[in-house]
């Protein structure tokens, strides 16, 4: 069945491409892969690209940008299937854009989605444990992403190929073996921006590993200093992504941190920066994502949430079909001792969000993870809730009227 259903995907993927004539052949494309830091590296790169005077076409969880069209994505996939891939790389070069910009995701590649694609160029950032059930363990889940690598390196027709790996990545090795002796391997690593004198008001020692990343690819482009600074200086981060919402009299931020090495880094910057400032509380609106999934993670983000917050609200996060308060009990079997007085469990997360505000003070920060800018809460039955958290925190934040 499993084979079977790996065929059925594998000729969707060959079928598009022959519909749409093979899109990929006419124009540059990147694919980004790896478990945190897509969506920015490739947002960055198309920042510069945009900035050099190129056109171009982007894929991402975040939105679907044809030269100057842009609308969010709404599929519910990060890399959509079923002929979309080949179609959106059609208008692309239709529309005359210089390059195309994908996030490769293990999912898709374990649906073939990045077959028949010509890829000039791939990417990886890093590596941590996501969606191990899905794969069956960690090992696969790294094998998926490797394999997109593979892929590039023997059936894409593009010479020569450009492979970026993220040295401080620490499966900087297995992805290098993969590719060595295929195309060009072009390294990078976040010491490669701290030797530069840039600004950025993207915080964390995580974004510059993507800002390392976007000037390497712009760099191996011919794309000269002054824009890639520039650019990178005027970068305004990307939506849901460690997006302050407020500042004063308390941040309030949201972020789609939904992994526990995730969650730690962005707790950690927050935690520095809290530091620095003199301010008072973190206060954590947390869920875990995905019923039905990745279960193991949850009383470990409950554990990194003991650890840096002052107060956790946990609350419902994309349960499915799964109890979404057997979810939050797995969460709290992780925050032993002490850490239990922390914890408030609010199901509803509209009402959790607004505990969190109601009780922050001056200098205090609101940190809201696990949906960022995703447009759907994923319910039972296959239902989809439309949710926005930026919109809803602001209604929260001005007193107004919103459904509960």
Excluded at 11 to 33: C, D, H, M, Q
Excluded at 198 to 214: P, Q, R, S, V
Excluded at 238 to 250: A, C, D, H
Excluded at 297 to 307: D, F, N, T
């Amino acid at each position: 069945m499993i084979r079977l259903r790996s065929l059925y995907h594998y000729l969707l993927a060959w079928l598009g491409s022959l519909i749409y004539r093979n899109p990929s052949k006419e124009i540059f494309v990147l694919g980004v892969t790896g478990t945190k830091g897509k969506s920015t590296v490739l947002e960055l790169i198309n920042a510069i690209l945009e900035a050099a005077g190129k056109k171009t076409a982007l894929i991402s969880s975040v939105r679907l940008k044809v030269d100057n069209f842009n609308r969010p994505n709404l599929t519910g996939m990060t890399m959509p299937g079923r002929f979309f891939i080949q179609r959106f790389m059609r208008e692309a070069v239709e529309k005359d854009c210089d390059y195309i910009l994908i996030e490769v995701t293990s999912q898709g590649i374990l649906q073939h989605r990045h077959k028949f694609i010509d890829f000039n160029s791939a990417l990886f950032t890093n590596l941590e444990a996501e969606h191990i059930e899905a794969h069956g363990s960690f090992e696969n889940y790294r094998k998926s992403k490797s394999s997109f690598f593979e892929n590039v390196a023997h059936n894409s027709h593009k010479n020569p190929k450009l492979f970026f790996i993220n040295k401080d990545a620490k499966d900087h090795d297995y992805f290098f073996q993969v590719i060595k002796g295929f195309g060009h391997y072009l390294p990078y690593s976040r010491k490669d921006v701290s030797k530069i004198k840039i600004k950025t008001k993207l915080l964390g020692e995580f974004n510059l590993e993507n800002i390392a990343a976007a000037v390497a690819f712009a760099r191996a482009r011919n794309i000269d200093w002054d824009t890639i600074k520039n650019s990178i200086e005027s970068f305004d981060g990307v939506p849901g992504r460690l997006e302050f919402i407020q500042k004063i009299p308390f941040s309030v931020i949201i972020d789609y941190a939904h992994t526990p090495d995730s969650l730690e880094k962005v707790y950690q910057t927050l935690k520095s920066k809290k530091s620095k400032a003199g301010s008072q509380r973190l206060l954590c609106v947390l869920g875990a994502a995905g019923g039905g999934r990745d279960m193991w993670k949850r009383p470990v983000m409950g554990e990194i949430a003991a650890k840096y917050c002052d107060q956790i609200i946990l609350t419902n996060e994309d349960p499915f079909d799964e109890d979404p308060g057997e979810i939050l009990n797995q969460i709290e079997a992780g925050i032993m001792g002490d850490g239990r007085k922390k914890v408030k469990k609010i199901l509803d997360r509209k009402e959790a969000i607004r505990a969190a505000i109601k009780i922050a003070k001056k200098d205090d920060t609101v940190i809201i993870t696990g949906k960022g800018s995703e447009p759907f809460m994923r319910v039972a039955g296959g239902k989809k809730i439309s949710w926005n958290e930026r919109e809803i925190v602001m209604k929260i934040l001005n007193n107004e009227r919103i459904e509960i």
